[in-house]
């Protein structure tokens, strides 16, 4: 009977083990279920073009473990068509810090955020790390001429443009960014003519300077010389007119 008893006992502690491993599986399967739920669910908002919805949904679907990266990007978008810079940086930055595949995305929206509050410099830097990931990127292109503007970057911006243009030559913006690149062209070549002018009027100004600098010392030392030479019979010498003698 004791043996009986001990061999049932086990056999419910082997049930109560499995029903326990099956209890912690299920609920590992739950979670995953319901991670993989609100990423869906705040996705599909996202798509809807909702951002308010979805931003809130996201930021949960990116605190669960094992979250994918494109949470944190969709995110981070959803954050900027709030308006909201400061939170849009903050989840790109965190979306980057475990990137592998939109490395180059996260760094290019942290520099759009940037633009956007007009931090200009901050923005020139994520869109070079951009673009030295991913150097046919257009759009950073772009964007970084556009940033160049706004710092008075002009050869700079023109040099972006160009590129974007030869990456996106069928773009709707080419045509104005054609003529964006004329009025830039005419007037670096007016800022040339200009400089060049400036340097020949210094150069003339500073040669008629030279020219009555040298008049002027030419003049004073012809001065100078008359008044020191001496003229022919002009001094007298004096001499002893009583002889001398000396005396016996």
């Given at each position: 009977?004791?043996?009986?008893?001990?061999?049932?006992?086990?056999?419910?502690?082997?049930?109560?083990?499995?029903?326990?491993?099956?209890?912690?599986?299920a609920m590992v399967a739950t979670?995953?279920?319901?991670?993989?739920?609100?990423?869906?669910?705040?996705?599909?908002?996202?798509?809807?073009?909702?951002?308010?919805?979805?931003?809130?949904?996201?930021?949960?679907?990116?605190?669960?473990?094992?979250?994918?990266?494109?949470?944190?990007?969709?995110?981070?978008?959803?954050?900027?068509?709030?308006?909201?810079?400061?939170?849009?940086?903050?989840?790109?930055?965190?979306?980057?810090?475990?990137?592998?595949?939109?490395?180059?995305?996260?760094?290019?929206?942290?520099?759009?955020?940037?633009?956007?509050?007009g931090r200009n410099a901050f923005?020139?830097?994520?869109?070079?790390?951009?673009?030295?990931?991913?150097?046919?990127?257009?759009?950073?292109?772009?964007?970084?001429?556009?940033?160049?503007?706004?710092?008075?970057?002009?050869?700079?911006?023109?040099?972006?443009?160009?590129?974007?243009?030869?990456?996106?030559?069928?773009?709707?913006?080419?045509?104005?960014?054609?003529?964006?690149?004329?009025?830039?062209?005419?007037?670096?070549?007016?800022?040339?003519?200009?400089?060049?002018?400036?340097?020949?009027?210094?150069?003339?100004?500073?040669?008629?300077?030279?020219?009555?600098?040298?008049?002027?010392?030419?003049?004073?030392?012809?001065?100078?010389?008359?008044?020191?030479?001496?003229?022919?019979?002009?001094?007298?010498?004096?001499?002893?007119?009583?002889?001398?003698?000396?005396?016996?």
């Open positions: 009977m004791r043996r009986r008893g001990f061999y049932r006992s086990a056999a419910l502690g082997r049930f109560a083990a499995c029903l326990a491993a099956a209890s912690a599986i979670a995953a279920a319901g991670a993989s739920e609100l990423s869906d669910r705040g996705i599909g908002l996202f798509m809807e073009n909702k951002p308010q919805e979805a931003a809130p949904v996201l930021e949960l679907a990116s605190k669960e473990a094992g979250t994918d990266e494109k949470v944190f990007l969709y995110l981070g978008i959803a954050y900027q068509q709030l308006g909201r810079w400061d939170d849009a940086i903050a989840a790109f930055r965190k979306g980057l810090a475990a990137s592998s595949l939109y490395r180059h995305q996260f760094l290019f929206n942290i520099a759009n955020s940037f633009f956007a509050q923005a020139l830097e994520y869109y070079d790390q951009a673009l030295a990931l991913r150097s046919d990127y257009a759009q950073a292109y772009l964007n970084r001429a556009n940033a160049k503007m706004r710092l008075a970057d002009y050869p700079g911006a023109s040099s972006d443009y160009s590129l974007y243009l030869s990456l996106e030559p069928g773009s709707a913006q080419a045509a104005e960014i054609r003529r964006l690149l004329d009025l830039l062209g005419a007037k670096a070549e007016a800022a040339r003519t200009a400089a060049a002018e400036a340097e020949a009027r210094r150069l003339a100004e500073e040669q008629a300077r030279q020219a009555l600098l040298d008049e002027v010392a030419r003049s004073l030392l012809e001065a100078a010389e008359a008044t020191t030479n001496l003229s022919a019979g002009s001094g007298e010498v004096q001499g002893y007119e009583s002889d001398l003698s000396l005396d016996d």
